[in-house]
């Protein structure tokens, strides 16, 4: 907006020239319009003195008094000079998804787990400047957020701020309005507009201020009494023309009104779809609690009593659903509100127990009972207090529920004396604490008083609780105004058309209504609620003709819609689970697959919301068809991590599957499809997806046919996709093209850190331009080229590749044909590169020759830490050159080399290392013919080194002296945790040996003396000694011959003597 320059102007008549006050509010008007001074007389100072134009922070005294009359309109709300950080930080948000265009805020938020999804933040003082140097200032900013999360609270901290100068500089005017003020006008012009946030405004001197820029607040969107239409709204530039309230703001949101005035509307995110999306600048979303703020909210509302707060607390958190629903704070306050009254009508600790609401009906029922400020019918006691407040309450229902009722269905959700005139609520019984639990009033700036829920699921509550009562005498359908419908009888005749209305409410408005009229006829919600909102047994003859009702709604469907989610939470508010318990039942035994009809399907749906189970990872391997998949599309969206393996799933269902990742509302982050029978053409349907998905960070294809145009589609896709972290391609036949392909993405991508390609016949041809890639790419973790056949060329090229790459950690080369020649080469790298953490090349063709070349690097290498030359040809020869490096190596702390024909010299050489050696704490020799000898060299550096941890000696020809040698090392050694023995013949001197060291060792945690025959003796001491033994964790005593009866008696000896140790025998 233009800067508008003061001039100087003639004199005027009275009340017609610019310093009268119709002259003032005239020049504002003018300048809200955006209309230039030239051509028009701009507004002028009572002295006539010439001004400037007054900066975003002139002290001017007429801006002044705009400020201090928003400071004095807020003063009643809390202190927020020091906000919460999830107020003062938004999430900026690219538009609405189909989630928060079409469903309940509660569904919102149970949908997602209570998160909220990875996205840029802004900060308050930022919130309308800005993105970048070359993007422009908003017009139209929207910030949405779910009922209670504080859309009011932020607009309240901004006018304050801003009031303040602390935000929001660049504006030198501010204009708050509600819907709910906006309510009380039938006709409204832009003048009268700004008229109505300043009546002053037309008072000297304001007008001349001009101020440069302007902020229009539209607070509450969701509250507008009429829907905007965009569509059919007449076009209107005349700040003075009266019109209807809801053409004034589309007029005004179009430009058509106030064009170059900022405007910044807050709404519930169902409501903030009326603003077609192509007029949005910004949007931004207000985040609800985390877990911290969960507890400092509970901890803020006792503070005087510590043990209650943590009470409620613990009651919270053990309830998955409930903690969920805690992320919205008004929800939150309201649960401790509720919890606390139960702690303290419910002191003792199994009365609170076992009222612990266990449905989100059983909360409201404990909320209602601390509204009517007493217990009821308490210990069975009738006293005229208890009546008249039983009797308070039914008119209550009766009056205040039939309004919540009635805005429920019509979507009003604020209320004004006439509303409550009209529906026959008696103010008087809402003062003190009955409204202050139920209701909140505002003064309007007509001074006319509002009236609201205090959360929308009160209204909710109250509704169902005013159609519990009513439909057990009405006649005619409670839904249709004016009662004009075909007659209808009964209760459960009235719970159909419920159930019925509520399936049929696109934007499930009616769900949690619904959920609340299940639950009040579970035996717990009337038990509560006998004498005030429900008679004492009555549920007895609905509640099973009413889950039998609502499991009717389940009908077969293309697609398991949130509406039959919301069936099974009706179910649960019931206490009617038979059916969910049933479908997770299945999910654990692995039975899904037989459960194929339309309540399974939701019941399972419900279940990847709610169950903890499913919380970090649903498992739904080896139990889905196409079409069950296709069913619980719309509820993968929002699966964090999803696995379907081996469910035979071909490319058409990637197609599915592909739709699902493309979405905007998706947020899996992790899914594998492993050993199912996609094709190239499935592969390509998820490379689709890829482009667009923004949540995926690990996607598993292992064991499945792509081939090389499969990983040559996701190698395309990965060039531009910028989440994914982790690719599993593993046996998928891509070859060399398929290998050159995904090299080709590499060296673009800058995101992916794991990537594993073993089992796919890559050759060195693949391997070169791995390598290639790998030169340019700083960002990949870990690489996995395992049983591939790349030979010494293709070890060549990637050992080029490592001298310059700086990034890679995790390099597998198992079973690659890499001979010497090829290890010559790594070794090479490893004597300068400083990344390399864990290197493989076990089951190659390395020689002694190559061994002393890893020894010579080892020398010198400082970074890597796992080395594994596992079923090489090492011999004594390779092995002592490797033990030698060990002296001077003290970065390595694994090293495996089993089976690779080493013997007695080269264990005594590592031996000697070890009482060196400060780093190594994993050294595997097993399937070494080591013997005795070797044992003992090994066992004599165990009394001396403190460092290993863990010694596998598995079929290493150890016999009893060996083993003694072993204990006699126990018997001293204080850092050894895992001892592995198995495939030995230790024999019963040698368990002896080893049970006299466990009476005195503390820090062995896992032996295995499998296989080493023990006989019954020897087992025998082992399961003794325990008894002096409280570290020993895991045992194997098996295949030495014990029998079943001696297995019994040791098993029980064992669990007698070391109960936290578990044995197997």
Not at 465 to 489: M, Q
Not at 571 to 582: N, P, R, V, Y
Not at 830 to 835: D, H, V
Request: net charge neutral.
């Amino acid at each position: 907006m233009r800067k508008q320059e003061v001039r100087t102007g003639g004199e005027a008549g009275p009340g017609r020239g610019p310093g009268s006050p119709a002259g003032q509010v005239k020049a504002l008007m003018d300048l809200l319009a955006g209309k230039s001074s030239q051509g028009s007389q701009a507004p002028q100072p009572l002295d006539g003195a010439p001004q400037s134009p007054l900066g975003p922070h002139g002290d001017d005294s007429r801006i002044q008094k705009c400020r201090e009359a928003l400071l004095n309109r807020v003063k009643g709300s809390p202190e927020l000079g020091g906000p919460s950080p999830r107020l003062t930080s938004l999430l900026l948000l690219e538009g609405l998804t189909d989630l928060q265009l079409r469903e309940h805020d509660f569904t919102q938020v149970e949908t997602t787990r209570g998160g909220w999804p990875t996205a840029r933040t802004i900060t308050l003082d930022r919130l309308f400047l800005p993105l970048s140097r070359v993007s422009i200032p908003p017009r139209i900013s929207i910030t949405i957020g779910v009922a209670g999360v504080g859309k009011t609270t932020l607009v309240r901290n901004f006018v304050q701020l801003w009031a303040r100068g602390q935000v929001g500089k660049d504006f030198s005017l501010v204009l708050p309005l509600t819907f709910r003020d906006l309510n009380t006008h039938e006709k409204l012009s832009a003048d009268r507009l700004v008229r109505s946030v300043f009546p002053h405004i037309g008072e000297s001197g304001l007008a001349a201020a001009a101020p440069p820029k302007t902020l229009l607040i539209l607070d509450g969107l969701d509250e507008c009494k009429t829907t905007l239409d965009f569509s059919n709204t007449v076009a209107c530039t005349d700040p003075r023309k009266e019109m209807q309230v809801d053409h004034l703001v589309t007029n005004i949101i179009r430009g058509n009104l106030f064009p170059e005035v900022s405007v910044w509307v807050t709404s519930r995110p169902s409501m903030a779809g009326q603003i077609p999306g192509g007029l949005v600048d910004r949007m931004t979303e207000i985040r609800g609690f985390d877990e911290g703020e969960i507890q400092a909210c509970l901890e803020e509302m006792f503070p005087e009593d510590h043990t209650l707060s943590d009470w409620v607390l613990r009651q919270v958190q053990a309830d998955r659903a409930l903690y969920l629903m805690c992320t919205v704070p008004a929800f939150c306050q309201l649960a401790g509100s509720a919890l606390g009254h139960l702690r303290h009508s419910r002191p003792g600790p199994q009365d609170s127990g076992q009222w612990t609401p266990r449905t989100l009906c059983e909360l409201y029922a404990w909320y209602f009972r601390m509204a009517l400020g007493g217990d009821g019918q308490e210990k069975g006691k009738a006293s005229p207090r208890i009546e008249q407040a039983a009797h308070s309450s039914r008119k209550v229902v009766g009056t205040l529920g039939r309004l919540a009722f009635h805005g429920l269905v019509r979507k009003k959700y604020v209320f004004y004396e006439q509303d409550l005139k009209a529906f026959g609520v008696d103010l008087a019984l809402l003062q003190g604490s009955l409204r202050g639990c139920l209701l909140q009033r505002e003064e309007t700036l007509a001074a006319l008083p509002a009236y609201c829920f205090l959360h929308l699921s009160l209204q909710e509550f109250l509704a169902a609780a005013y159609y519990y009562g009513a439909a057990k005498r009405a006649i005619f359908d409670l839904f249709t105004e004016g009662g004009v419908s075909w007659p209808r009888l009964g209760f459960l005749t009235h719970f159909r058309s419920a159930a019925q209305r509520a399936m049929q409410a696109e934007d499930g408005r009616l769900d949690v209504f619904l959920r609340f009229l299940s639950g009040l006829l579970s035996p717990r919600v009337n038990a509560l609620l006998a004498g005030s909102l429900t008679v004492q047994g009555e549920h007895r003859g609905y509640r099973a003709q009413a889950a039998e009702l609502l499991q009717g709604c389940l009908v077969p469907d293309a697609a398991v819609c949130a509406r039959a989610v919301n069936v099974l939470h009706c179910l649960h508010e019931l206490q009617h689970t038979e059916l969910a318990c049933g479908v997770e039942e299945a999910m654990r035994s692995g039975g899904l697959a037989g459960l194929t009809g339309p309540r399974h399907h939701a019941a399972l749906a419900y279940l990847l919301q709610v169950s903890d189970a499913c919380a970090q990872e649903a498992n739904l391997s080896l139990c889905l068809s196409k079409g069950v998949l296709q069913s619980l599309l719309p509820q993968l969206l929002y699966c964090r991590s999803l696995r379907l393996d081996n469910n035979q799933f071909q490319d058409p269902v990637m197609e599915l599957l592909g739709s699902v990742l493309s979405g905007k509302d998706c947020r899996i982050q992790r899914i594998s499809l492993a050993e199912n029978q996609i094709s190239n053409k499935g592969a390509k349907a998820l490379a689709r997806s890829l482009l667009v998905n923004r949540s995926l960070i690990a996607l598993d294809l292992r064991s499945n046919s792509i081939g090389p145009q499969g990983a040559k589609a996701l190698a395309d896709a990965l060039k531009i996709n910028r989440t994914l972290a982790f690719l599993s391609l593993q046996s998928n036949a891509i070859r060399d093209n398929g290998a050159r392909s995904v090299a080709e993405a590499l060296a673009a991508n800058r995101t992916l850190s794991v990537l594993h390609l073993q089992k796919n016949t890559i050759g060195p041809v693949g391997a070169q331009q791995m390598g290639d890639a790998l030169k340019q790419n700083r960002n990949l973790k870990e690489l996995i080229f395992s049983s591939n056949s790349i030979g010494d060329g293709g070890a060549e090229a990637l050992a080029k590749a490592l001298k310059v790459n700086q990034g890679l950690e995790s390099l597998d080369l198992q079973s690659n044909s890499i001979s010497d020649t090829g290890v010559a080469a790594l070794t090479g790298a490893l004597c300068s590169n400083q990344t390399l953490i864990s290197l493989n090349l076990r089951e190659n063709s390395i020689s002694s020759e190559g061994a002393q070349d890893l020894a010579r690097a080892l020398c010198s290498n400082s970074t890597l830490k796992s080395l594994d030359l596992t079923a090489n040809l090492l011999h004594d020869q390779g092995a002592q050159a490797i033990a030698l490096a060990m002296r001077e190596n003290q970065a390595l702390t694994s090293l495996h080399l089993q089976w690779n024909f080493i013997q007695a010299g080269a264990a005594k050489a590592l031996g000697q290392a070890l009482q060196l050696n400060r780093s190594l704490a994993s050294l595997d020799l097993q399937e070494n013919a080591i013997g005795d000898e070797g044992a003992s060299a090994v066992a004599n550096a165990l009394k001396a080194n403190t460092a290993l941890t863990a010694l596998y000696l598995q079929v290493a020809s150890i016999g009893t002296r060996g083993a003694q040698a072993l204990g006699d090392a126990l018997a001293v050694n204080r850092t050894l945790e895992i001892l592995d023995l198995r495939g030995n013949a230790i024999g019963v001197a040698g368990a002896k040996a080893l049970a006299n060291a466990l009476k005195v060792n503390s820090s062995l945690r896992r032996l295995n003396l499998q296989e080493n025959s023990l006989g019954m003796d020897g087992a025998i001491c082992v399961a003794t000694a325990l008894s002096g033994n409280h570290g020993l964790q895991h045992i194997n005593l098996q295949g030495n011959h014990i029998g079943e009866s001696g297995a019994r008696m040791i098993s029980e000896a064992i669990k007698t003597n070391a109960p936290s140790c578990t044995v197997e025998i």
